[in-house]
């Protein structure tokens, strides 16, 4: 999205009109249009039209080339004809398209065809809904910033076809601690965070990816660096925006990333887990809220973190539904092999301030009124998996649920719950997140009245179908484990 920056420094998107674009793709002779959005799971689809065929009345009523029964979690195959409505103002030249070939691409809004209004389902759709109630509860925006971790790859190769002769999949990476090609510095497990060149060998291309966000998609990040995980593990953080424009921003991000990646021959996974014995990739989000102007998270005249009565709401309703959260924010079997013990992941429902062995922290890098800007709250237990706009929509839901019920946040645990026993874990009423996405998928059964004001029954019940026969899909599976462990029985 195009920013401009107010007279106070902030950034602030620039509204486009489809005659501006138009007249953009005529001056820079761009031939071909990608139109953008996601499925239900959070897979970003496309389709390509020829920019001669794009006007104004294509912004107004649609582009009629969807065919919803083909994408996961629309609609069945005698309801499938839906259109797409692109967005102006996430406009954007695709640099690596030849020139031949000059691409640009925005992202849609899903409709039903036949003028049947907008379609329930489409996850950009539920993260506008969520920006209207916000407003409807009297604030004026959310501010949301995730700090993406992914890993990179030399390659990947993985045989499950074979169901009957056996499963298997490997890994190579430059960085890895079992290298065998003798190139460069592996990295111990667990051993990564923060290393400079050359052990982190992707530092360029962090740059790389960093600059082609910002000057092609304006999409702003402001820190990147090398993960805690040995081979490949990065993380790019997105400078806070609001929650549409942010979902935007990590689809963007995931594009760009895969596609640079793929041009330099390796290749870029945003699954949560892939490699054992070492850190898996979260996606922990921040959140505030402001209204008149002013951060309303933020409390001088709090002694422990500087936050607001209305931020411990907030972060009472996200404890409150933390495990029914989990079904959106950690949405795959594979997530849950990253929330265990002994990974720095946030297994465990608690808040304090500093505290990352805490589902949800409050940062206190500064303080006073200088820092009340950058005061917000950081919900962990979120990966790359899930699809942003539900994500960010679904801890709106909680949060603002907190603030209605006055949820009380508890007291915060400020040491390390990792060493705590648990014992000493039952004592401060402290509860772990889903062990599993079946588990996951039943608290969100029993736990979703607090999504409705956003999310759709159909939704949430399309939701606990795909997910639910996800895990049905790795649970039927023999795993190669199993064999050390059974075989000799």
Known sequence: MPYEKTKDGKLKTLERKPEEI?????????????????????????????????????????????????????????ESDMVLKPDPSTFAI?????????????FCNVYWGFGLGRFSRDPRGVAQKAEQVLKDEGYDISYWGPEVEFFVFDRVSWDVLSAYKGQSYQIESREAAWNVEGKGYPIRFKEGYFLAPPQDTLMEFRCECSRVLAEYFGVICDVHHHEVAGAGQN?????????????????????????????????????????????????????????????????????????SQLARYFGGGLLEHARSLAAIVAPTTNSYRRLVPGYEAPVYIAWSRRNRSACLRVPVYHKG?????????????????????????????????????????????????????????????????PGSL?????CLQSDQEYLKPIFSQDLIDKIIELETNEYSEVNLRPHPYEFYLYFDR
């Open 22 to 78: 138009l007249e953009i793709i005529k001056k820079e002779k761009i031939r071909f249009i990608d139109l953008h959005f996601t499925d239900v799971p959070g897979k970003l689809q496309h389709t390509t039209i020829s920019a001669d065929f794009l006007d104004v009345e294509s912004f107004e009523e649609g582009i009629p080339k969807l065919d919803g029964s083909s994408i996961r979690g629309y609609v069945e195959i005698h």
């Open 94 to 106: 695709v640099p690596w398209m030849p020139e031949n070939l000059k691409t640009a691409r925005m």
């Open 235 to 307: 993380e790019i953080n997105i400078y806070r925006d609001s929650l549409t424009n942010t979902g935007d921003s990590v689809m963007t991000l995931k594009y760009v990333i895969r596609n640079l990646a793929y041009q330099r021959g390796m290749l870029a996974t945003f699954m949560p887990k892939p490699i054992f014995m070492d850190n898996a990739s979260g996606m922990h989000v921040h959140v505030s809220l402001w209204k008149n102007g002013e951060n309303v998270f933020y409390d001088l005249n709090d002694p422990h973190a500087e936050i």
């Open 369 to 433: 009124p200088k820092a009340s800007k950058q005061k917000r709250l950081e919900f962990r237990p979120p990966d790359p998996s899930c699809n942003p706009y539900l994500c960010f929509a679904a801890l709106l839901a909680a949060g603002l649920d907190g603030i209605k019920k006055k949820i009380d946040i508890g007291d915060p645990v400020d040491e390390d719950i990792y060493k705590l026993t648990p014992e000493k874990r039952r004592e401060f009423g402290i509860k772990e997140l």
């Open 438 to 442: 079946k588990e996951a998928v039943e």
